[in-house]
């Protein structure tokens, strides 16, 4: 087995859909909801092309690509409704608890990094506030005018690491990502990530990814220059 290297990092930018909560299953559905009126299938292929990007980009996408006879607008008019209902509705990934609540405890800095308007982020997080207080630093793509372009472009990353009070150099900053989007965004902002993707996904296709994890319970802190978990860490 080849070994790694790693450089020590200082902060950490969390992806949120799909990363930190399971709402990537909860978008396939109301997509296949949207489709499913026109004949057509989400499929798998175009959910790995749009996982990332601003809302508005994402509905462009998918309508071109499924030939729907909709607006952007009315597109996610149509979703926002499935929406209001599956979002609170969603669940916290494996082993993302214990990873914030260990590097809370160790006072290492985290912020969110996540495209989701600041709208849709209140529907997601309102059954796990405790947890989303613990990332006080957060910059929601769709809703902040700093962020021109959607990942895979790296303003999100830079427009979230200047929120940190001691302004970190990018490669100081680790990222969480589960989208090939968010991980090329992320390099391009000069800053490691880790990727814990869809299991169905290609992994040929993440090449920029500093490390893929089947789980983030597989994350060791140590890797990267974090304090170590510690036993009965939660």
Same mark, same amino acid.
């Given at each position: 087995?080849?070994?790694?290297t790693?450089?020590?990092?200082?902060h950490?930018?969390?992806?949120?859909?799909?990363?930190?909560?399971?709402?990537?299953?909860?978008?396939?559905?109301?997509?296949q909801?949207i /489709?499913s009126r026109?004949?057509k299938e989400?499929?798998?292929?175009?959910?790995?092309k749009i996982?990332?990007?601003?809302?508005?980009?994402f509905?462009?996408i998918i309508i071109?690509?499924?030939?729907?006879?909709?607006?952007?607008?009315e597109f996610?008019?149509?979703?926002r409704?499935?929406?209001?209902?599956?979002?609170?509705?969603?669940?916290?990934?494996?082993g993302?608890?214990?990873?914030?609540y260990h590097l809370?405890?160790?006072?290492?800095?985290?912020?969110?990094?996540?495209s989701?308007?600041?709208?849709s982020?209140?529907?997601?997080?309102c059954?796990?506030?405790?947890?989303?207080d613990?990332l006080p630093?957060k910059?929601w793509?769709?809703?902040?005018?700093?962020?021109k372009?959607?990942?895979?472009?790296?303003?999100?990353?830079?427009v979230?690491?200047?929120?940190f009070?001691?302004?970190?150099a990018?490669e100081?900053c680790?990222?969480?990502?589960?989208?090939?989007?968010?991980v090329?965004?992320?390099r391009?902002?000069?800053?490691?990530?880790?990727?814990?993707?869809d299991?169905?996904?290609?992994?040929?296709?993440?090449?920029? /990814?500093?490390i893929i994890l089947?789980?983030?319970?597989?994350?060791?802190?140590?890797?990267?220059?974090?304090?170590?978990?510690?036993?009965?860490?939660?």
């Amino acid at each position: 087995m080849i070994k790694m290297t790693f450089k020590p990092v200082t902060h950490v930018l969390f992806d949120m859909d799909g990363l930190l909560l399971n709402t990537e299953d909860l978008y396939t559905i109301g997509f296949q909801k949207i /489709a499913s009126r026109y004949g057509k299938e989400f499929t798998f292929s175009l959910k790995n092309k749009i996982m990332g990007q601003q809302s508005k980009e994402f509905a462009r996408i998918i309508i071109n690509e499924l030939d729907l006879p909709l607006t952007p607008d009315e597109f996610l008019t149509e979703t926002r409704k499935f929406f209001n209902d599956l979002f609170p509705q969603c669940r916290i990934m494996p082993g993302v608890e214990k990873l914030i609540y260990h590097l809370h405890k160790n006072n290492i800095p985290m912020g969110l990094a996540t495209s989701s308007s600041i709208e849709s982020y209140e529907l997601k997080a309102c059954q796990h506030r405790k947890l989303f207080d613990l990332l006080p630093y957060k910059t929601w793509g769709t809703s902040d005018p700093q962020v021109k372009n959607g990942k895979p472009s790296p303003d999100i990353f830079f427009v979230a690491a200047a929120k940190f009070p001691d302004k970190p150099a990018t490669e100081k900053c680790l990222v969480f990502e589960d989208s090939i989007n968010g991980v090329k965004a992320a390099r391009a902002a000069g800053m490691q990530v880790v990727m814990v993707p869809d299991p169905r996904l290609d992994r040929s296709l993440a090449t920029e /990814a500093t490390i893929i994890l089947n789980s983030m319970e597989d994350f060791q802190p140590e890797l990267f220059g974090l304090p170590p978990f510690e036993n009965n860490n939660i």
